[in-house]
Nanobody, 119 residues
């Protein structure tokens, strides 16, 4: 059973860098053909895709967030990390990590972590 767990600060000040980590258990992030995603949901809004990192380390990003959201991974810890640079209150959201399986569906999700940007 694959499990994903997000971790990071719940409160960040404007202009700071937010760093969130997704720790994966029950499966390797380097397993062929799986992609690992970051998705967020601002209060009262729908899900917003942020970006992803593949089993081989390739990354893709939302065009609207690309310059602010580098995604990296630590294969020795089976983790992948999202950094969100220069945060604003509009970045307040529940942040999720998820796995995309071979057919293109998200088959496993983390429980989500609330991030609030406020001074």
């Amino acid at each position: 059973q694959v499990q994903l767990q997000e971790s990071g600060p719940g409160l960040v000040k404007p202009s700071q860098t937010l760093s969130l980590t997704c720790t994966v258990s029950g499966g390797s992030i380097t397993t062929n053909s799986y992609y690992w995603h970051w998705i967020r949901q601002p209060p009262g809004k729908g899900l917003e895709w942020i970006g992803s990192i593949s089993y081989s380390g390739g990354t893709q990003y939302s065009p609207s967030l690309k310059s602010r959201t580098p995604i990296s991974r630590d294969t020795s810890k089976n983790q992948f990390t999202l950094q969100l640079l220069s945060v604003t209150p509009e970045d307040t959201a529940v942040y999720y990590c998820a796995r995309e399986e071979h057919g293109g569906l998200y088959d496993y999700w983390g429980q989500g972590t609330q991030v609030t940007v406020s001074s």
